[in-house]
């Protein structure tokens, strides 16, 4: 097995078939049981991703024609990435990705030239992708155009921020343990973690770790999510006695950060339109030993699902173009296009609405998304606010996070260490 030539199938299925970076990934393991292997062929992939946009700048600076062969132009960007932003000795990255031509002579002569001019050049290359907006910033030209209009001052930060790797957090499980007693837990394993002050349940670790390794993982201690999203649960402020709608829940982070802070719900409702998904809802919920009513079921029809029982509290994580986790997720550069952010808004403005009137007068509706564009966030939320009169944006408080909006607060990438979200909470009057 050639690690490389598998990391090059994974970005093909990304750059020509449009699937996922994560279910590209997972296809590709099976059979591949070397952790060492699989750490290295997803650090190829993401690279790849993540900086694709310089990557393809240089490599048509090294060949005459564009490259019809998908997988070859993939073997191409894997090389380069390698020499450029990974300690991977020079000969070893040249002689290992020429070899994952395999039978293809034309093939391995092109991935060795253009390996080989590429060390030569490489400086007077570097230096002409700096000088193209596209390839310096490593972002499609429509997505740099909307931060800018969106974040004028905000948006060089948030593109340094969206090529970085993100760092690993975890949510102590507060029902079985206090964040005091599982940071002594991870220091008796060497895990270094610091608390977030703003975050009652959060642990940023210095380096990420393997779920494997975390003392109590299994047993249901800590989960793996960042402090962004743990915000949801704080802001919807579930009190005992309560029915709780968890719409679009999966794959259920949000869901059991509820039922953790706080076990005296009357009952706590998860929706979800995509069955697949709400199967790791289900697991996840098992392995904290919690337990919710799931609900495969479309959120913009809840005549469909809905038993006729007003909830106290909503949280709607909406559909989004989920442009504020392109660090954990740097393939939404390539697959996300500028025409999906219109058909978003006008899913989340109809998901809004029908979920709307299944919340009790006085009750409370908490708006999420982890994107960063202000057509899906403040700007969703005024909409909805002219059309419902009864309905009245509260106050998130002395919030130690996030930039004020015209309505909501909204989380920019990188702040406090954070993906970029966005929350808005709501009340029917």
């Known amino acids: ?14 750059l020509q078939d449009g699937q996922s970076l994560t279910a590209a990934l ?3 393991f099976v059979g591949i049981e070397s952790v060492k292997d699989r750490a290295f062929i997803q650090a190829l992939c993401y690279g790849v991703c993540r900086q694709y946009h310089r990557l393809d700048f240089i490599l048509t600076q090294l060949v005459e024609k564009p490259l019809k062969d998908a997988e070859v132009k993939a073997l191409a960007l894997v090389g380069l990435y390698q020499l450029n932003f990974m300690r991977v000795k020079a000969h070893a990255a040249v002689s290992e990705t020429v070899l994952a031509t395999g039978k293809k002579p034309w093939a391995k002569s092109l991935i060795n030239a253009v390996l080989r001019t590429y060390l030569r050049e490489q400086e007077g290359l570097e230096r002409k992708a700096d000088r193209f907006q596209v390839a310096a910033l490593s972002h499609p030209d429509w997505l740099i155009k909307q931060l800018e209009q969106d974040w004028p001052e905000q948006a060089p930060n948030i593109l340094l921020e969206n090529n970085q790797q993100p ?20 220091l008796n394993q060497n895990i270094a973690a610091e608390t977030v002050s703003f975050c009652p349940s959060a642990l940023r670790l210095d380096k990420p770790v393997p779920v494997e390794l975390l003392p109590g993982f299994a047993q249901g201690l800590a989960s793996v999510q960042d402090t962004a999203a743990q915000l949801a649960a704080g802001l ?23 039922l953790e802070s706080q076990p005296q719900l009357k009952e706590l409702v998860a929706v979800d339109i995509d069955e697949a998904r709400m199967l790791r809802v289900s697991e996840n919920l098992q392995r904290l030993g919690l337990h919710a009513t799931l609900v495969v079921g479309d959120g913009a029809k809840p005549s469909d699902w809905w038993d006729g029982r007003l909830f106290d509290r909503i949280l709607l994580d909406a559909p989004c173009s989920a442009l504020g986790v392109i660090r954990r997720h740097p393939d939404i550069k390539l697959l996300r296009r500028a025409e999906d952010i219109a058909q978003l808004q006008s899913l989340q403005k109809t998901i809004l609405a029908a979920v709307w009137p299944l919340l009790v007068p006085g009750g409370v509706l908490i708006y999420a998304t982890c994107s960063i564009l202000k057509q899906e966030n403040e700007q969703q939320i005024q909409a909805f606010l002219a059309e419902h009169s009864d309905a009245v944006e509260l106050s998130l408080g002395n919030a130690d996070w996030g930039v004020a909006g015209i309505c909501g607060q909204q989380i920019l990438t990188g702040e406090s260490a954070m993906d970029g979200f966005y929350y808005a909470r709501i009340r029917k009057v």
């Open 1 to 14: 097995m050639n690690t490389r030539l598998v990391a090059a199938r994974v970005v093909t299925r990304v």
């Open 26 to 28: 997972d296809h590709a």
């Open 167 to 186: 760092p690993m957090v975890l949510r102590v499980n507060l029902a079985k343990t206090n964040r005091e007693h599982y940071l002594q837990l991870l």
């Open 236 to 258: 919807l402020d579930v009190q005992p006695g309560q029915r709780v709608l968890d719409v679009c829940a999966a794959p259920g982070g949000k869901t059991a950060h509820i």
